[in-house]
């Protein structure tokens, strides 16, 4: 099929998806007049009913607990995916290679990132059920701290830091310990993912019940997948590197 | 509540997640068992949630979020025997892959486990769920997790190849749902099935709807690999790992399917309710040119894997035009034809595999008469061949008795025939490759068939000196009878439609979803489909024995007969492969073609 | 809808179009960072703040360095 | 004017898919798709959008302000993962294909045909 032909055809047919996508969204009610019920109804009962003040983070591991299951492991499965599309690199089992010299300049601004991404990814993690945030967004801040180690041009700190089997055993229990907390309210006599233990005060820390606990094991998931996937990321640079390629 | 529902999704999980904190000290056997109790384990699971739901659906609100005053708060599993049976057969078939796997890989690492397990999860769970948002997570964790499965083998290209183009068309489709499931959002707040139904029904359909459903309906039938959205199946499954190639054929496309049943009866039948006529055409009209175009490309196959990917293309066009026929048997048919043919592909496709791990080739006419050295794959093969060309009453014949029954019901009297040729074609190309691969029968060349394919490129490294037959050959035997013996299950045709049309009662279904009515048990819709089923199965049968033949000594036909039919099929033959260019831009511009064009059809049928 | 809304989605259809039309890849990265960042914007403006906070890491910290990886990975071959 | 967040998510579908169909180097086309996500991410926040509404978030608002819808909001937060796992999928198989045959360009890139 020649380039021509194809763009012949996208162009005739693309006009007619854009022509039916917005006879859709004609139907929709004017914007800023969403109709509900679901939200409304959620922003009515969740904050009593489950003492939080963010109903966001409310619908991600309470209500819609199950839909953020899946979602954990879509994102283990990426990067276990990318582990196996990329383990040639992994197993040729190499010592790490000498870090590139960085000014000192550029070091101590990394050095002196870390602890500020450490402490502000701990913050948006455990503060997810009253401001916005949560395990994901906490998750990806604690693993660029990782990150910002290795930029700052100690690629051997960034993997002494991050040695694959404790990677993995976190990785394995963050996701594995969604699971868990939804069978234990299973054991308990609940519906699987039931929200159990004490609901707390609304805009405390320890509000939510056992939602902060599927919180907690998504942020572990989350953080050590990004640390695979930009460990796995990061090995084929530094391959690269060695052959004298760049 | 019924504390099994939620093992399905939690088993492999939890399974897939411990393999993965152990990472990679167990060994090689720790994983391979653990993953075969699992899979085991979720198929006892999800066999049991079949017979619980025999006279009413399992509701199952996640969190225990049941809904208030009609309005869902939560994740509903709605579980009812056939969405039920599919999870179990995806099971089943799980299982087998890892027995096989034991034998068939030298190196599949954790890895390979883990993301078989989380694949299964994502296949449980998107047959069960009765949320649209939850089918869209599971459907991407089916994607995610299959994306580094089919580029398994990195280190040649058409896998990789096969991978992107898998890659880029599946997260289109991902795209087309998410669009299509906030248009419905938007129009009707709710994302519970039932609830959609609810709020749907009664108004007719406006552009919204139409547009909406065009949408997820294309999303659907990417996975499915309706024609033309099929491109990128048959690049894909051609090159993925034999255990993986199971799963996406025997499961993944028809899950594709299942879903447009599982979203059309309890949400869109009631805004569609006085179009059904028009809805029927269009749907069977895509499955007859699905079937179709699926058997002419598998008859130009020479890599025996290709050509069971091209076979996946056509049996989907049969079960898109069962389900399309919008009636209780051909839903019922469509899920027997699922189980019942999936179990055949699934062995062929082992059968496959012996051949690679045993004589180091999948290429019907480098094969020719080697395939005797794996004289147990030869069983298969033909056995398989047979049941796939129709052979009556085993394998999927139940759900084709349906079909043809439920055609006659609704006045499509052409469809059986139409497709029962379709089976001649993909049936007499299979008895064809068996007899020129095992009994060394037909002409060494054949240029009318695709190019040569490069060596295969299948994992295996060693050719297996030591060969193991029970744990290759066992799943494939294991799974040809079991594929052939489904049709014996008594009364299983009445059953399954009495089951359908539960689903398909959209008011009492919603009742039972939303406010926990338990509406009375059904009794079984007996079949009484006469003999015309077994008159299209045994003349499909006998025929594609005569079309293998031509498919095998073609070359020696009388030279006016091929010049002349060559002169009217060569162009028509060069245009259909070159269609197939294996280019992910061209793919994707036929995705676009297919949605506009579905939903131009859709318009201008139902308005 | 209020100005700054309407303003905000302008700049982000601009930047789509020129992400789509930029085929040299150092610029490329470039040009979807801004893209990631306006995206983040308009959420803010939608009353989004939790997915603004997660499009932020995401087109801050994750994508870009993929990408760029890629890229490298790219320019070294 | 209060179609346009809508009108804008159509464009980003279609900007997108045309990004996809021509582009000529993996890496664009990855990009090309993160971009036809962004516009469902687009789409489900501006339905879930209220006039003169708060965020979700009844931390400095009294409970039972008017506020936007916080279901649209957590779909799309998922959905930004999914963005982010096959962004990185993509990506790892094109650095393969770079090792494999040389090339980034899907066009020629073409084992398997017929």
């Known amino acids: 099929m020649s380039r021509g032909f194809r763009l012949g055809l996208f162009a005739a047919s693309a006009v007619g998806l854009a022509a039916l996508l917005l006879w859709g969204v004609a139907g929709l009610p004017d914007f800023g007049h969403y109709a509900g019920p679901y939200g409304y109804v959620l922003n009515a009962v969740a904050p009593n009913e489950r003492h939080v003040t963010n109903v966001v983070t409310a619908t991600v591991f309470d209500y819609r607990g199950f839909d953020t299951l899946g979602e954990e492991f879509i994102l283990f499965s990426a990067a276990m995916g990318v582990a196996l599309l990329l383990r040639d690199v992994r197993d040729e089992e190499r010592e790490p290679p000498e870090d590139g010299i960085r000014s000192d300049a550029v070091r101590l601004v990394g050095v002196a990132l870390v602890p500020v991404l450490v402490a502000l990814g701990l913050y948006v993690v455990a503060h997810g059920f009253i401001t916005p945030g949560g395990g994901f967004q906490g998750g990806v801040v604690l693993a660029s701290a990782f990150l910002v180690v290795w930029l700052a041009g100690e690629y051997r700190a960034f993997r002494r830091l991050t040695p694959t089997p404790a990677v993995d055993l976190v990785k394995g229990s963050g996701a594995g310990g969604y699971v868990v907390v939804g069978l234990a309210a299973l054991l308990l006599g609940n519906a699987f993912l039931h929200n159990f233990g004490p609901l707390g005060t609304a805009g405390t820390l320890a509000s939510g019940g056992s939602a902060l606990l599927l919180n907690l094991a998504s942020a572990l998931e989350v953080a050590a997948a990004f640390v695979l996937i930009f460990t796995e990321f990061g090995e084929e640079l530094v391959n690269v590197r060695l052959r004298g390629g760049g | 509540m019924d504390v099994l529902v939620a093992l399905p999704v939690a088993i492999p999980l939890l399974t897939a997640a411990a393999l993965a904190a152990s990472g990679h000290i167990l060994g090689r056997r720790v994983d391979d068992i653990v993953g075969i109790v699992a899979a085991a384990a979720t198929a006892v699971v999800s066999t049991l949630l079949v017979l619980r739901t025999l006279d009413h659906d399992l509701v199952y609100w996640f969190g225990g979020w049941t809904p208030r005053h009609g309005v869902a708060l939560g994740i509903a599993f709605d579980v009812e025997p056939l969405s039920a049976a599919v999870a179990a057969f995806a099971a089943v078939l799980t299982t087998a892959s890892f027995v096989y796997a034991w034998r068939y890989f030298d190196e599949a690492g954790t890895l390979f486990h883990i993301l078989m397990l989380t694949f299964l999860a994502a296949m449980s769970g998107f047959a069960l769920s009765g949320d649209l948002f939850n089918m869209f997570v599971f459907f991407e964790l089916m994607t995610v997790s299959t994306f580094a499965l089919v580029g398994y083998q990195v280190h040649s290209e058409a896998p990789l190849q096969g991978a992107i183009t898998f890659a880029v068309t599946n997260a289109i489709a991902s795209f087309f749902l998410i669009t299509g499931l906030a248009l419905v959002y938007g129009r009707t707040g709710a994302l519970n099935l039932a609830q959609i139904g609810r709020a749907l029904q009664g108004n007719g359909h406006d552009g919204l709807v139409i547009v909406a459903f065009t949408l997820l309906l294309a999303g659907f039938l990417i996975k499915a690999g309706v024609v033309p959205f099929h491109f990128w199946l048959s690049d894909a499954y051609a090159v993925a790992p034999i255990p993986v190639c199971v799963l996406l054929s025997a499961v993944m496309s028809d899950l594709g399917i299942h879903a447009v049943a599982r979203i059309y009866w309890p949400a869109f039948s009631g805004a569609f309710h006085a179009d059904v006529p028009e809805l029927r055409a269009l749907i069977v009209g895509a499955g007859v040119l699905t079937a179709a175009v699926g058997a002419a490309m598998t008859f130009f196959q020479r890599d025996l894997k290709r050509m069971l990917a091209f076979l996946t293309i056509s049996h989907v066009g049969v079960l898109v035009c069962a389900v399309g026929l919008l009636t209780a048997r051909g839903l019922a048919g469509s899920v027997l034809y699922v189980i019942g043919d999936g179990f055949v592909k699934a062995a062929l496709f082992l059968a496959v595999g012996i051949l690679v791990r045993r004589i180091g080739d999948g290429d019907e006419l480098r094969l020719r008469g080697r395939g005797l050295d794996a004289p147990l794959a030869a069983v298969v093969f033909f056995g398989g061949a047979f049941l796939v060309s129709g052979l009556p009453p085993f394998g999927s014949f139940l759900g084709w008795s349906l079909l043809v029954r439920s055609s006659g019901d609704v006045g499509y009297g052409w469809l059986p025939p139409v497709l029962a040729l379709c089976a001649v074609v993909t049936g007499g190309t299979l008895v064809r490759a068996s007899a020129r691969v095992f009994l060394g029968w037909g002409d060494a060349n054949d240029p009318l068939l695709s190019a040569e394919p490069p060596e295969s490129e299948e994992e295996p490294g060693e050719r297996e000196s030591r060969f193991s037959p029970p744990l290759l050959f066992g799943p494939a035997l294991a799974l040809l009878i079991v594929g052939a013996g489904f049709s014996f299950v008594p009364g299983l045709a009445g059953h399954a439609t009495a089951w359908a049309q539960r689903l398909q009662d959209r008011p009492t279904h919603a009742a039972e979803v939303l406010a926990g009515t338990v509406p009375p048990p059904a009794s079984p819709v007996p079949l009484h489909a006469g003999l015309a089923p077994y008159g299209y199965a045994i003349g499909s049968w006998v025929l594609a024995i005569g079309f293998a033949v031509f498919g095998l000594y073609r070359q020696r036909l009388p030279g006016l007969l091929r010049r002349g039919a060559g002169r009217v099929l060569d162009r028509p033959v060069a245009v259909l492969k070159g269609l197939h260019s294996g280019i992910v831009g061209d793919y994707v511009a036929w995705l676009t073609f297919g949605a506009a064009t579905l939903g131009g059809l859709l318009t201008l049928l139902v308005r | ?77 | 004017m209060s179609y346009l967040p809508y009108a804008l998510a159509v464009w980003l579908f279609i900007v997108g898919l045309y990004g996809v169909v021509t582009s000529r180097h993996l890496i664009h086309l990855a990009v090309c798709l993160t971009v036809m996500q962004s516009s469902s991410y687009v789409l489900l926040l501006s339905i879930g959008y209220v006039n003169r509404g708060t965020a979700p978030i009844f931390a400095d608002v009294p409970k039972g302000t008017r506020a936007v819808d916080p279901v649209v909001q957590a779909l799309t937060l998922t959905d930004v993962v999914v963005s982010v796992a096959v962004v990185a999928l993509l990506l790892a198989m094109a650095m393969q294909v770079r090792k494999r045959s040389g090339t980034g360009d899907p066009d020629k890139l073409h084992t398997v045909e017929g």
Not at chain 3, 10 to 38: E, K, M, N, P, W
Not at chain 3, 51 to 77: E, H, K, Q, Y
């Open chain 3, 1 to 77: 809808m209020i100005p700054l809304q309407a303003m905000v989605i302008a700049l982000v259809a601009g930047a789509a179009l020129a992400v789509v039309l930029t085929r040299d890849l150092v610029r490329l990265a470039l040009i979807s960072s801004v893209y990631g960042l306006l995206l983040v914007v308009l959420f803010v403006v939608l009353q989004a703040p939790d997915v603004a906070l997660s499009a932020l890491v995401v087109s801050g910290v994750g994508l870009p360095f993929v990408i760029a990886v890629a890229i490298a990975i790219d320019r070294a071959r």
